[in-house]
């Protein structure tokens, strides 16, 4: 019976509150990354990604004042031009992005000159 107390005694000792600190401090980092990597996630909200001559999502309902980027992650380069001129980004390559910003409300379809059947539509309110 002593021995199983002893024993007890020795199991209760590694879970101290001591080691459970330690264990917070070395998960509270990744804790913490995982917290801004949501945070950054939710600020990339609108973002267009574009992947297999494809624009993701096709359309994006924004406020006036955002700033809209569009992020290709194909392998070929792409573009993203407005119908209507207000907005022409140069060829962007792998990995390239460009951000426009958006000031007044209206509905703005846009294409990839390269591919023209390439199409979205940011919605402006
Ligand atoms: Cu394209």
């Known amino acids: 019976m002593r021995t199983l107390v ?12 001591g080691r459970a600190v330690i264990v917070a401090l070395l998960l509270g980092p990744v804790v913490g990354a995982m917290l801004a990597f949501g ?7 609108n973002v267009i990604t574009v992947d297999n001559f494809t624009f993701t999502p096709p ?3 924004v406020a006036v004042g955002t ?23 140069k060829v962007l390559d ?18 990839c000159a390269l591919h023209p ?9």
């Open 94 to 111: 792998t990995d390239d992005s460009y951000s426009f910003t958006f000031a007044s409300a209206g509905t703005f379809d846009y294409f």
């Open 6 to 17: 002893s024993h007890l005694r020795l199991v209760a000792a590694r879970y101290t509150p």
């Open 67 to 89: 700033t809209v980027k569009w992020l290709n992650h194909d392998d070929i380069p792409h573009n993203v031009v407005d119908k209507n001129k207000a907005f022409r980004s």
């Open 39 to 45: 945070s950054f996630a939710a600020e990339e909200a």
């Open 117 to 125: 059947h390439m199409q979205g539509k940011i919605i402006v309110k």
């Open 59 to 61: 359309e994006l309902t």
